[in-house]
């Protein structure tokens, strides 16, 4: 407990746990519990007084105060205790943002298309049932024809679609 | 006016005094453990979450204003870690639910302390020791106290109704302070080895 030497500073204390310190009490207060677990002590069974006085019953306390503060004090000083993002939204942050580098980076290394070889390069468009070489496509599915059907689909409609290139980049008239 | 205990604390906090924020975890630790066993029953886990809410506090303190009380924004930082516990803890039962062959379902540990007869002797009896110690001050003493504790009034307020001034107030209520620990030390340094 704390010596009788130590009144003034533990009516300081009793002071601040008012609300009352001057700043003489705090400027004593502050410098002396970091190095006196004595005081630390005083508080904590005066708070233990207060919550009894306000409350009925005083239930247990699950750990140590000291130990409480011990382990808060490590968890405090370590480099994850600094304000950072939460966890929460940073993975997924993080994926998308490689993602979008990884798709600049790509777009600035593919050469820039030559429109003409582009043009050039273009598949060359066929009528819509001619890939099917005329058959519907149950029939290629089937890899046979029926009776009587050789002739080309006459039911394929063609949209325009499948315009020929040099048609397509003519003016309209 | 009364005293804002709390808010000066904070504001020392806020400004790098780690003394003040070791007495608002020491002033709260028994409220916020008490709030923490309504929802989780392991006494590890009780002490687990009471670290990580205050250090949850110690992290957002810089933002807190003061809006609101300090007990209020502590008490919704230590029901969000009993909801993030609790997730963790039903999520990881539904993985080890299947493995569990010898259907041990829902097997919980012992509840904490508090709930044993033995705890709850020992709370009344510190309730007894407590009034006794109270009723046994000199009468100054006493009024000072409960006016302090109990009803919150600041010095001024009650030198105004005792017609003494501040000084003798805080004078009476460190006396009173003194002799009331003095009766409830025994029983504390007695729970299981909490020295306070």
Known sequence: ?????????????????????????????????????????????????????????????????????????????????????????????????????LTVAVGLL????????????????????????????????????????????????????AMPEAAASQPPP | MKADADLALVREAQAGSRAAFDMLVLKYQRRVEQLLSRSVTDRADVADLTQEAFLAAYRALPGFRGDSAFYTWLYRIAINAARRHLGRRARLQLVQAPTDDEGTFGTD???????????????????????????????????????????????DEIGDLMSCPPGTVRSRIFRAREAVAARLRPLLDGRGGRRW
């Open chain 1, 1 to 101: 407990m704390v010596s009788p030497l130590d009144e003034a500073l533990k009516q300081s204390l009793s002071a601040v746990m008012d609300g009352e310190a001057t700043p003489q009490d705090w400027a004593r207060v502050q410098a002396a519990w970091a190095s006196n677990p004595d005081l630390r002590a005083c508080w904590a069974e005066w708070q233990s007084a207060a919550d009894g006085l306000r409350a009925p019953g005083l239930p247990a306390l699950q750990q140590r105060p000291e130990a409480l503060l011990s382990a808060l004090h490590a968890r405090q000083s370590a480099p994850d205790a600094a304000v950072r993002p939460r966890a929460g939204w940073l993975p997924p942050l993080a994926v998308a943002a490689s993602f979008v580098a």
């Open chain 1, 110 to 161: 593919k050469p820039v298309p030559d429109p003409e070889l582009a043009v050039a390069a273009a598949p060359k468009p066929t009528p819509r049932a001619a890939g099917l070489n005329g058959l519907s496509f149950a029939q290629a599915a089937a890899g046979r024809t029926l009776p009587g059907d050789t002739a080309p689909e006459p039911n394929v409609i063609d949209w325009g679609l």
């Open chain 2, 109 to 155: 540990p012992a509840p904490s302390d508090d709930a044993t007869p033995e705890s709850l002797l020992a709370s009344r009896q510190l309730a007894r020791e407590l009034d006794e110690a109270v009723e046994s001050l000199a009468e100054d003493q006493r009024r000072a106290l409960l006016l302090r504790e109990v009803d919150g009034l600041s010095y």
